[in-house]
């Protein structure tokens, strides 16, 4: 190449070479070489340059050969003997033709020449630096021409820059077509990174910040300048705590090979916000530093979610009504608290608070005032609690307490609960202002110690409860502590109300009934109806053992209408029978919870419903039931009395109701205790003789119950009693047995 450099004009090669280097057009470079070795070989030579594109030559530059000749030629197939060109490339050899006319090579192709007045035709093929041919280099003649050494080597010279040409233009087209691919890459992601809210940072494994991308996007627009980042270190953007979060995320990232999750804060222009970064490796990001390992980072701010996720937490977790955490959130926390007093030996205590008269409140003043008081009843607990107590709302009028732990034993937190109760007591105690008027309200409380992790959330709750239960049974507005004692009472208690609820609609309670009869006469007056439950595995079961059960869950009503039944039923079943038609009354036990409550109706349906007369009824109550509102229960007795209802005094004597008080009520008789009767034998029959005159002189009729002996009936009959009842003359009998002995004692 040197020797053939020396060959050329300098000027034009120095023009050629930089035509060249500047990236000009390939025609362009390749016609500057046409005309240079023209000027340089005398312009009897043509020059021609073809194109290698696979098997064909196609057309390069020929600035002086007639254009109906270069388009003749364009695209000919190479071969053994295709033209000093077509040949030349196929052998990868210089052929040197003459003479066309006569040339073998030129068989085919002499004519196009010869008809354009080329006589000669040397072909030298242009090889790239590899060695691969691309193209030829001819030299045409008008005359029929050798090539002397000199027109050889300026032939060299010429092709061999050709070659540059090409080459140049091959590999800067290569170059073009792998910057399109990467500016179609490119734009791919730019409108990529632009729809998605995230920014992408590349970080190296030490934090440095080494590009940003995709700065115009939502979580992009943070900072002023978002491109300062770049050389700053993560740890000079966030504060230590999240900076040290961001680089065990980064060093994780590295070492897994995994993408990595995680939430961060950072301090924006807006404020602080909360991210969610994604990280994952990416290799070989800067090839001149091989050794240094980078990661991708694409940072989306999330606060907005994360403000929707806290306002949806506090939906599920706090109360909306008082903003004080909810059950859920109590539940939490209470066992946060029985961890640490497992693991700690912490102790603590939760307060059960019920508000004693809100319903109340709530039925007469409506719903929205109700809502306000519990408002004012939050706000007002509030302020009693330490920093780490907790109060909640449990729903309606209950609140939910629980201290902060303490290290100590329960004596302790046994004191700090008191005190706190007292608090609580007397905040509640001063009225509230509602609605214009003034309302008193109290609170009645249950307190349950949590120590050593004995008991979980839902018993440490239960028993809470409960000991707030005892509280109202022991006349509300005050505090209990829950005591296991009194808690196996109400268990049994409970379990007990199941079985009787349970064996009520199972038919199991039945009635028995003891005959009262005239002392001097022996006939039949009437029956006492006492019920009883005919357990299937323990038998007969006495009502002393589930009547006040029963009284004190309600299930009494269910009980008396099983006895009203079938005492209704009895009676029509002995109207059958003309010996007792009309004859036969029925005393029925009434409770103290009863005579308070809805008796009236209870009493009048079912007797009207059986079609029963109420005079054939009897109601059995106690001095006790008298004591209480004397007005109201007179007006009752009057009303039930009006539809044919009689009165008896049970038990009389045992009370402490003097004879003239219960002059007052609607009363037909009173039933002398058996305890009286018994002492007729003990001690003598004065206190019997003096309840008995005096009765008599009041005008009320006389039954003495519990008479067992001869010794007992004598000396009632001789005072004129006016019915006895005891074992002496039958023991309480079902049903049948009873018809039986009825029927048996009138003949
Ligand atoms: P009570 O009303 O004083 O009933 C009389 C109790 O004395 C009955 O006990 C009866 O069996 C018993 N008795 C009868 N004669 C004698 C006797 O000669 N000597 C002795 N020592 N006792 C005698 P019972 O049936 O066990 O009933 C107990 C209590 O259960 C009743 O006392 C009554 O208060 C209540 N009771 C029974 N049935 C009912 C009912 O249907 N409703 C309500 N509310 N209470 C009922
Ligand atoms: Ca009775
Ligand atoms: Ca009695």
Known sequence: MIQADKHLDKLSYHEIIETIALGSELPECLTQICEAIEQE??????????????????????????????????????????????????????????????????????????????????????????????GTFAIYHRSVKTPNIEALNIIASYTHLSGVAIEKHKSSARQQTLIDALNNANSKLNAFLSVIPDLALVID???????????????????????????????????????????????????????????????????????????????????????????????????????????????????????????????????????????????????YCDLDNF????????????????????????????????????????FVIILSPIAGDSEKINTEARTTADKIIATMSRSFRLNEGEYKISTSIGIAIIEN????????????????????????????????????????????????????????????????????????IGAEALIRWQHPEKGIISPDHFIPVAEQSGLIFKLQDVVMKHSCDLIKGFDQNPNFKGKMSIAINISASQFSGDIEDALRS?????????????????????????????????????????????DFGTGYSSLSYLQHFPIDELKIDKSFVAQIDIDGTAIVDTIISLSQTLGFNIIAEGVENENQLKHLTHHKVRGVQGYLIAKPMPENEFIEWAIKNER
Request: glycine share 6%; net charge negative.
């Open 205 to 351: 494994e030490f934090g440095a910040y080494v590009d940003i991308f995709g700065t115009n996007g939502k979580s992009g627009s943070l900072f002023e300048n978002q491109q300062r980042v770049i050389g700053e270190n993560v740890r000079d953007v966030f504060e230590h705590q999240e900076a040290e979060k961001v680089m065990s995320v980064i060093a994780k990232t590295i070492e897994t090979g995994d993408v990595q999750v995680c939430e961060y804060h950072l301090n924006v222009e807006k404020g602080i916000c909360i991210f969610e970064g994604r990280s994952a490796v990416v290799e070989n990001y800067l090839p001149d530093e091989p050794d240094k390992k980078h990661i991708v980072w694409m940072g989306r701010d999330i606060t907005r979610r994360k403000q929707n996720e806290d306002k949806i937490e506090k939906l599920a977790f706090y109360d909306s009504l008082t903003e004080l955490p909810n059950r859920r959130l109590l539940q939490q926390h209470l066992q946060k608290v029985i961890d640490q007093s497992k693991d700690h030996r912490h102790v603590s205590a939760l307060l």
């Open 41 to 134: 070989m005398g312009l009897e030579a043509y020059s021609s340059i073809l194109l290698l594109e696979g098997e064909h030559l196609r057309h390069g530059a020929s600035p002086r050969l007639p254009p109906e000749y270069t388009s003749a030629i364009d695209g000919v197939t190479i071969g053994e003997s295709v033209g000093s060109c077509g040949t030349a490339a196929y052998s990868k050899r210089q052929v040197i033709v003459e003479d066309i006319a006569s040339s073998p090579l030129w068989e085919d192709f002499s004519s196009l020449a010869l008809e354009h007045n080329l006589l000669a035709c040397w072909s030298t093929p242009i090889f790239s630096s590899s060695n691969e041919i691309l």
């Open 453 to 524: 992790g004995d008991h979980s959330a839902g018993e440490t709750l239960r028993r809470a409860d409960s000991a707030m239960y005892q509280s109202k049974s022991a006349g509300k507005n005050r505090y209990a502590f829950y005591n296991p004692i009194l808690q196996s009472v109400i268990d049994q208690r409970l379990q007990l109300e199941r079985e009787i609820s349970a064996a009520i609609s199972q038919d199991q309670f039945i009635v028995y009934y003891q005959p009262q009869i005239n002392p001097v006469t022996k006939r039949i």
């Open 359 to 398: 319903k109340r409140i709530n039925d007469s003043l409506g719903h929205a005032i109700g809502d306000e008081l519990l408002r004012l009843v939050a706000k007002r607990l509030k302020p009693i609690l330490k920093a780490d107590e907790i109060i909640a709302r449990m729903g309606g009028d209950e």
């Open 606 to 650: 079912s007797s009207s419903e059986q079609d029963v007369d109420p005079k054939r009824l009897k109601l059995e109550i106690t001095e006790s039931m008298l004591m209480d509102d004397v007005d109201k229960i007179v007006q009752q007795m009057l009303r039930l009395k009006q539809e044919g209802f009689r009165f008896s005094v049970d």
